[in-house]
């Protein structure tokens, strides 16, 4: 996949997760800041990632998840 197309699957999950527009979906959207998504709303944002896109996500990288942009990066970089 390309980035874009995982940033489009990815701004889907996340519209349908936390009632955004698709409008508001940008590469700079922060999790916790933008969203106000607690620890449980991300654990379980990753989790949904894992599911869509296949990957497993190490807990201590999905730490370092804080922006879509840095979602997408790291989808990108993992693909089998």
Do not use: C, W
């Not at 197309?5 to 349908?16: A, L, R, V």
């Not at 955004?20 to 449980?40: G, M, P, R, W, Y």
Request: proline residues 1%.
């Amino acid at each position: 996949m390309t980035e874009q197309e995982i940033f489009n699957k990815m701004s889907e999950i996340i519209q349908d997760r936390f009632e955004v527009s698709a409008d508001k979906v940008t590469n700079d959207l922060n999790f916790q800041n933008d969203l106000d998504a607690d620890s449980i709303d991300i654990v379980e944002f990753v989790l949904e990632l894992e599911d869509v896109f296949g990957q497993e996500i190490p807990d201590e990288d999905a730490e370092n998840l804080k922006t879509v942009g840095d979602a997408v990066s790291y989808i990108s970089a993992h693909q089998n």
